[in-house]
């Protein structure tokens, strides 16, 4: 009858500590060792994609035909939602007319973590931090 002894043994043991072990490391690396999953302001963001977050275009017949030495954008300051999450605000408006035709709001969200980047080409590189932002759908005031 096979005993405990017979399946770990020490060389076995160090066979997988110096073998296995770090290739598991190298995938976990790869795969980004993100704690954004347990971060309640992660939740609080992807909250506020989906219900504050917009891309408008008030006026279309404008906003098709401008270009871009027409109109001018408002900036506001970026507004600090909460430690992680930023409201970024802007409208363009168009010189002549001196009418709003687009309104963007969107949030980000500073992620921090450990992550893998780059490619081949350029080389590998590890990166602490990534921002993540939301994209909202266009909607159509007219």
């Given amino acids: 009858m096979p005993t405990i002894k017979q399946y770990f043994t020490l ?3 160090t066979l997988f500590l110096t073998i296995l072990l770090p290739i598991f490391f190298i995938l976990f690396l790869a795969g980004g060792c993100s ?3 347990m971060d309640w302001q992660y939740y609080k963001f992807k909250e506020l994609c989906n219900t504050k977050a917009k891309r408008s275009i008030i006026d279309k017949e404008l906003y098709e035909k401008s270009e871009l030495n027409e109109f001018y954008s408002t900036n506001p300051p970026n507004e600090k939602v909460q ?3 930023t409201k970024m605000y802007f409208k363009n408006i168009h010189k002549l007319s001196n009418k709003v035709f687009y309104e963007y709001e969107t949030y980000f969200y500073d992620n921090y973590g ?3 980047k780059g490619d ?3 080389g ?3 990166d602490f931090s990534e921002v993540l932002d939301c994209k909202p759908k266009i909607s159509y005031k007219n």
Avoid: C, D, Q, T
């Fill in 11 to 13: 060389k076995k043991i």
């Fill in 114 to 116: 450990i992550f893998l």
């Fill in 124 to 126: 590998w590189y590890i």
């Fill in 83 to 85: 430690n992680r999450i």
């Fill in 35 to 37: 704690f954004k999953y």
């Fill in 120 to 122: 081949e080409g350029r």
